[in-house]
Each structure stands twice: as structure tokens, then as C-alpha cells.
């Protein structure tokens, strides 16, 4: 149900499920949120929630920002450090432009741009480093 706060890895974040067309639910998600379109993003409530969307209407990612009061089975959360990260997970690794913990397939911190990889987390980033959104995606390995 749109607006559950429940996280699904490689399927859905609040209820907005990937592979979705957008415009299917558009109405339900203008009445729980203040809704912006540009161009291939849907924000609900500026970037507590934003819906990567295709060409042709269908939903390939949905990120959450730190406004989000949802989170990961108390493991992962939007506007956690990367010292949150490190004790709260056993293995990070970089997948996708994203920081992929515990091998939980379809669900990330994005990187920031330019930092794709590492042997180790804190190669680039520092302690308190904070991860401004987490991403939902198709499930891939």
C-alpha cells in the first residue's frame, strides 16, 4: 500500500513497487504527497521519496532521502554514516554505484559521483560521511 514505510529489496520502498507504471499511480501518490515530475524523476515531498521512471512510464527505482521515517530491518536507512554502515553490516561492497551490504541483493547507498569502487569503505569516505539517500533496484546477482 503506497505510503506504508515498508522497504523491500528488488521490489518496492513505501509501497511504490519497480516495474510499475507511474501513471497508474499517480492519483494514489498525489494524495498522500506533494508530487513534482521532471524529467525522468518523481518527487514526492521535495526528496523524501523519488521514483526513477523510463520513457515509456515504468518505474525503475525508488530512492528515499533522509526525511523517509522508514528503514531496513533497523540495517540500512537513508542519512546513516559510513561508521552506521560499518556497524550494522558485516561486508560492504560496491555494486552499481551503489554500497551493497551483507550481499542484500536490490537495495544500496548511492556512491557519490566519481567513487565507484573500493577494497574498503573508508578508502574515499570518511567516518562520518553521510549517505543522503537509499535505493531500491531490480535484484541482479
Known sequence: MIGDKII?????????HLGENIDNI??????KYL???AEGVVYLNNDEVLIGVEDD?????VMCGKNFKGNYKNKLWAGMTVKDVLNNSNE???FG??????????IGLPLPE????????????????????????KKSF
Open 26 to 31: 499517480i492519483g494514489s501518490l498525489k494524495k
Open 92 to 94: 560492504q561492497v560496491a
Open 35 to 37: 508530487v513534482e515530475r
Open 57 to 61: 512510464g515504468f518505474i525503475y527505482t
Open 114 to 137: 566519481g567513487y565507484d569502487d573500493f577494497e574498503k569503505i573508508t578508502d574515499f569516505l570518511s567516518l562520518d560521511f553521510v549517505f543522503d539517500y537509499l535505493s531500491i533496484f
Open 97 to 106: 554505484g551503489c554500497v551493497v551490504v551483507d550481499k542484500i541483493d536490490g
Open 8 to 16: 523491500i529489496p528488488g521490489e518496492s520502498l513505501d509501497g511504490i
